[in-house]
């Protein structure tokens, strides 16, 4: 029983390790997933169903499916970085209780510097 706990387990972490590669990006309309038409119109490329990529489908959800993951990590990780950078800005606010007052004119000045020749 202890063997076949093991070979399972080895399985998952298999297939666990086994990362993903990229598919192929569709000839066609070069992984954009749509072409040119008539009067520069754009349609679905018929070739890769609008996905950008070619070859297996179940190998294509997999990658992207595995690539929504990474993403949704990487939004998470994004958050709660800023989660931090609140609480920062709420101590800024503390120190300096005029900041909107001084960010807007900064804001003026570079404005009037970058377009002096269009006012005068």
Not at 4 to 20: F, G, H, M, P, Y
Not at 62 to 86: M, N, P, V, Y
Request: proline content about 3%; overall charge negative.
């Amino acid at each position: 029983m202890n063997n076949k706990r093991s070979l399972v387990d080895a399985a998952i972490e298999l297939a666990s390790n086994k990362t993903e590669q990229a598919p192929e990006t569709c000839p066609h309309c070069n992984g954009k997933g749509e072409t040119k038409g008539l009067f520069s119109t754009t349609w679905e490329c018929v070739h890769c169903d609008g996905l950008g990529y070619t070859g297996d489908p179940i190998a294509i959800a997999k990658w992207f499916k595995e690539a929504l993951i990474q993403r949704t990590d990487r939004i998470k990780q994004l958050g709660s970085h800023c989660s931090g950078l609140s609480k920062e800005n709420g101590t800024l606010k503390g120190i300096y209780p005029d900041w909107e007052e001084r960010l807007n004119e900064h804001y003026e000045q570079q404005t009037h510097e970058k377009y002096r020749s269009r006012f005068d």
